[in-house]
């Protein structure tokens, strides 16, 4: 046989590569832009373990008005967009009700750009990070805005750098309601296998703790409870079946997996309620999605609502409103609040940024 | 390495707005973008959606992605290989469920490749993402180390030891190949 040469694998390449050409690429469809009409979604089939509520409203869109987005769904005034993995040399604030930018805040001479952002809850403040590949460590800053949303200032938060590197997936900065505390997603910089690990900081103190996480998991989905004790995040490590939900509770160290279906289910997003009372989470049992809600006192599913079939692979969203949980499903938001869930169609567009 | 210059009907339309810098990008790297997606995933239409996926999401928010082609395109190639990664460890988690897509090169596809370059394809599919990243970028797309540890988020010496094992690990799956 053939020696593996650079040459040959280089040839390899180039011939695999070469499978696709230019005449029978499928060409980009564009992204949707077209301003879209409040419809009435088609009547939910609603399943309660227990007693659910699901109340669907229609609302016109207005012509000439800022297009829905998740952000205006949930009460954000402001947007913060352009934190990168690769590192974005500048933020953008933009105001949500008429997609005008007011404020514009460059990445700190040096740095590598801002990698993560993530909202505190009052959406005047923001917790942001840089990273030092070559030093393996990520730099953590606070962004305040002023009430017209301009920023007021980006300040350092030294004590609370931490090792390692971002992790991969969505969420991997959370900071918990008014913004004291934050817990970071990371992976090792090492070219073995990356082991996930998360830090909670104390940003005022610096002190820190590390979320003992399973040998080969990586977290991902990060969310504080409104309490900043708990923290919500999803596992995953190579050769297991699925997602694996998680609660870690400060106050005493213990990280707790959850259950939050039968065998061969799912569980794609998640996030604790204002009350503190739940964890609400979407769950796929044979290509059957459901909101459920999960007891953080019995332990238990004590609701759940159908949202129908759908794939098992869609992108989603959540964001918190000051009452309520927000998902975004495609291009269709559910809000819960208590029991009852609220469903909209709205342009697919609108769920970048965070606030 | 040159790039295709086929337009596509959509970012043809948007390359019209003054600007829009990731309709201009994707309008000249279309196709080396497929290219990339499908080396790293091995099937073809997998490969078209990722760049499809990551085509919609830099369009969304093109007003803060970096407006220097160069940037542009080292951008877009790490978000192609961040989506890349995150298909490839869902399929690994769908893996008891779904079959995963036979490659477009395998025995069973209708595609001419000599068969030890078949062989070489084969087993960069079983190295793990990172390590195939690496050898892609090497030894398909010709970037420098700092151009590999942009695109994959990692330090330079990082780059240069994942390839090494990489080619490694490469040797030994060609050789199972045989």
Redesign the interface.
Known sequence: ??R?T?D???????????????DG???????ARSRRRWVIPACAAVTAAAAAVAAVFAVPHQRGEPEMSLASYVGARYVV??A???G?????ISEVSTDR?VGRVPAPAGSSGFIDAAGTGDNRTFLLTTAD??A?RTYFYRLTLRGNGTPEGLTALPSATVPG??G??PDQLAAAPGGGRLAYSTVG???G??QGHITVVDVATGVRHEVGLPRGAQAEDLRWAPDGRRLTFRL?A?G????QMNLFDLATGARTPISLGPAGSSFEIGQITPDGGHLVAIVSTGGERRIVWYSLTSLAVTHQVSLGAGP??VPMIAGAGTDDVVFAIGDRFYRVRGTKVESKRVRN?G???IW | MTF?R?P????A??AGTPGDGVAEL?RVH??AL???A??MLGD?AG??DV??DV???L???R????DVPDELL??AR?SVL?AC??LL??R???S?LVQAPDP??SAEND?L??D??????QA?LKL?P?QREA??LR??LDLSEAEI??AM????G?VK??VA?G?NA??ER??EE?
Not at chain 2, 153 to 156: L, Q, Y
């Open positions: 046989m053939t593996l650079d040959l694998v280089r040839a390899a390449l180039r011939d695999g590569a070469g499978t696709v050409d230019r690429l499928r060409p980009l469809a564009a992204p967009d352009g990168w993995p690769t974005g040399k500048e933020l953008t930018i590949a070559r393996c590197r971002q991969d997936g910089c090492g070219a296998k990356p995953a190579d297991w079946d699925g997602w098992a692979n567009d769920t970048t940024g | 295709d086929s596509t009907a959509a970012v339309r948007d994707f279309h196709l497929v290219r990339l499908l080396l073809r490969a078209e760049v499809q085509y919609a999401r369009h969304r928010r007003r803060a992605v970096p080292a951008y790490a961040n990664r995150t460890r869902r690994a988690l769908m008891r477009v090169w595609v490749i000599a030890d370059r078949r062989r070489v394809l960069l793990p990172r050898i892609v030894y398909y540890a942009a988020g990692v330090r330079r990082t030891s994942t094992r080619l490469l040797g060609y050789q045989r």
